[in-house]
């Protein structure tokens, strides 16, 4: 890789882990805003789920596939990236240019589906409230609201590109050994919640036997459930 890649990788990340904590603060400083947020990625996350279920069966699916659906929701990923900012002058010294791209299409992909979350909070929370109950016939037109079929499909196809930078880093010898070495220092030093993904993303794909096959079948699911969304007559319409 050349030095103007690995520049380019290391801004493109640095760039979207500050939007995505700039983001963040846009509702973690609001508490009800927060509360909308949490109850609305939460929904969406149990919302998402059911479409994968008969793909659990398949052997390392079923971890791998609640990754997936955690980052498109935006759930429970605050600290998280907390984390990654105050750790990025580290990462953009010590990592290789391959990891360095991955975890900038990474930092692109949350920020993206944080902007689309946020703009369908706003649009969901009625005279100052959140509604007490989400329903699909309400979540549908506050997405087609938030975003286009296209921005989902071109977030799709990020995560696309993750997954097959990640299916090629989780096979560098030794990379399994020195995270779990890196757990007591990280947790010591404040970095826990990112060594937690880390060590999550790490162990979940070295534990799929193939994959690319993941990726095609799981993501053309994902892929297929935001194209019905976006349908004239989708589920949540009402005729």
């Known amino acids: 890789m050349s030095l103007s890649a690995r520049k380019t990788a290391a801004n493109h990340f640095v760039e979207h882990i500050r939007r995505s904590n700039e983001l963040h603060r846009e509702y973690l ?30 052997e390392g699916y079923e971890e791998a596939i609640e990754f997936v659906v955690s980052d498109l ?61 989400l329903s699909e016939s309400e979540y549908l037109p506050a997405l087609r609201a938030a ?44 970095y826990g919640s990112l060594h937690g993904f880390l060590d999550y993303g790490f162990r979940t794909f070295k534990a799929i036997p193939d994959v690319p096959a993941f990726l095609e079948v799981v993501l053309g699911r994902a892929a297929e459930v935001f194209e019905n969304s976006f349908a004239p007559q989708a589920p949540g319409d009402v005729t």
């Not at 508490?31 to 398949?58: G, I, N, R, V």
């Not at 900038?104 to 902007?115: D, F, K, T």
């Open 29 to 58: 400083d609001d508490s009800a805003m927060a509360a909308s947020y949490a109850q609305l990625t939460s929904w969406q996350h149990d919302y998402l789920m059911p479409f994968f279920d008969d793909l659990f069966d398949y």
């Open 147 to 190: 975003t286009t079929v296209e921005e989902c499909l071109g977030i799709i196809n990020i995560l696309s590109q993750l997954g097959e930078n990640l299916d090629k880093l989780v096979r560098v010898p030794l990379i399994g050994g020195t995270l779990r070495a890196m757990r007591a220092p990280a947790h010591a030093m404040g």
């Open 73 to 133: 929701s935006g759930t429970t990923i605050a600290s998280r990236d907390r984390d990654i900012e105050r750790a990025a002058p580290i990462f953009i010294r010590l990592l290789p240019t391959m990891a360095l791209q991955t975890l900038a299409a990474g930092a692109e992909m949350n920020s993206r589906v944080l902007e689309i979350n946020l703009a369908m909070c706003r649009r969901l929370i009625a005279d100052g409230v959140f509604p007490g109950t």
